[in-house]
């Protein structure tokens, strides 16, 4: 139990274009999920934390025009990187919480996106 | 501002060799300190400790936290090469929706 899926694993794109990253919680349901972006031998830094089914909370220095994210239901959560350019060039990864995990604090992750944008 | 400092950077030990990771911390508002493995992808749970003095264990790793000095540590005891990773610890945040603040991580490399 507890799988948490993202697609696509990678992808490249060109500078200006934009690049949706879905976050899957496959057999329970995520209350909230957190998008996280992890550049080469560096930790993972939160980017923001999604409710469903209100707006998204980003975290400082995060452009919430740039990474846009939509938590529309209980399984799906979205990241669309807009007009990405190489310095967005990352992994990304995905972690979800469902209410049963309100207590335990556990965040079950993605298997994450690596982003590469030429 | 919440911080997590972890400690080696990194590490490299034979195989056999015992491991000491360590994770100290601040936080305004702490309410538990979660260990995770790394390798290729994304991290994989480790442990979760919210108490003092209480060790937690899992084969040949162990973890324990000191509320009072503020800091975690990570034992591996006869490492083996595919305990090769990243190790992060990481502390949850109460007030801010319980989000994760992660430190830096330790590389480990175990070499045969």
């Known amino acids: 139990g507890a799988v948490v899926s993202q697609h696509p694993s990678w992808v490249i794109c060109k500078s200006g274009t934009s690049v949706k990253i879905e976050c899957r919680s496959l057999?329970?349901?995520?209350?909230?999920m957190f998008w996280y972006r992890q550049f080469p031998k560096q930790s993972l830094m939160l980017m923001a934390t999604?409710?469903?089914?209100?707006?998204?909370?980003?975290e400082q220095g995060v452009e919430k025009d740039k990474f846009l994210i939509n938590h529309a239901s209980l399984t799906l959560s979205t990241l669309t990187v807009t007009s990405a350019h190489p310095e967005d060039s990352s992994f990304y990864i995905c972690?979800?919480?469902?209410?049963?995990?309100?207590?335990?604090?556990?965040?079950?992750f993605g298997p994450g996106t690596r982003l590469t944008v030429t | 501002e919440d911080k997590v400092v972890q400690s080696p950077l990194s590490l490299v030990v034979h195989e056999g060799d015992t491991v000491t990771l360590n994770c100290s911390y601040e936080?305004?508002?702490?309410?538990?300190l979660l260990w995770y493995k790394q390798e290729k992808k994304a991290p994989t749970f480790l442990f979760m400790l919210?108490?003092?003095?209480i060790e937690k264990k899992s084969g040949r790793l162990s973890s324990i936290l000191d509320k009072k000095e503020l800091f975690s540590i990570l034992n591996i005891t006869a490492t083996q090469t595919g305990d090769s990773a990243i190790y992060l610890c990481a502390v949850n945040r109460p007030d801010a929706g319980n989000m994760l603040t992660f430190g830096g991580g330790t590389r480990l490399m175990v070499k045969p």
């Open positions: 972690s979800a919480r469902g209410p049963r995990d309100a207590l335990s604090y556990e965040q079950y």
């Open positions: 999604s409710n469903e089914g209100s707006k998204a909370t980003y």
């Open positions: 057999d329970f349901q995520a209350t909230t």
């Open positions: 919210t108490s003092s003095g």
């Open positions: 936080v305004t508002n702490f309410r538990s």
